[in-house]
Nanobody, 128 residues
Framework: QVQLVESGGGWVQTGGSLRLSCEAF????????MGWFRQAPGKEREFVAT????????NSADSVAGRFTISRDNPRNTLYLDMTSLKPEDTAVYYC?????????????????????WGQGTQVTVSL
């Protein structure tokens, strides 16, 4: 069973930047589609970004496009999310997720039901 551990969350002012990391333990990280999701208080969890196993395909939500960048380092079994120009509406618990299995779509999976493993989440708070 894959274990995913997020880190890098914290408090930041509007316009600031943060880098989230997600390290995978056990499993074969380099074969997984990976994704980031987030859940704000009182809201459903929503898709943020996804990346294919060789990083050839990336996709992100319209709300973060141009501000957030997903990347991965397969030898280090680590997924990243570089967040810039942060806004108060980016405040949420951020989760990384892994998909174990083939994905045939032209863009990466953006539905949480398409992922099999989840981390515990890391809080990001953006203040005015």
């Amino acid at each position: 069973q894959v274990q995913l551990v997020e880190s890098g969350g914290g408090w930041v002012q509007t316009g600031g930047s943060l880098r989230l990391s997600c390290e995978a333990f056990r499993g074969t990280f380099s074969t997984y589609y990976m994704g980031w999701f987030r859940q704000a208080p009182g809201k459903e969890r929503e898709f943020v970004a996804t990346i294919s196993w060789r990083a050839g395909v990336t996709n992100s939500a319209d709300s973060v496009a141009g501000r957030f960048t997903i990347s991965r380092d397969n030898p280090r079994n680590t997924l990243y999310l570089d967040m810039t120009s942060l806004k108060p509406e980016d405040t949420a618990v951020y989760y990384c997720a892994a998909r174990d299995g083939f994905w045939s779509g032209s863009s990466g999976p953006s539905n949480e039901k398409d992922y099999h493993y989840w981390g515990q989440g890391t809080q990001v708070t953006v203040s005015l």
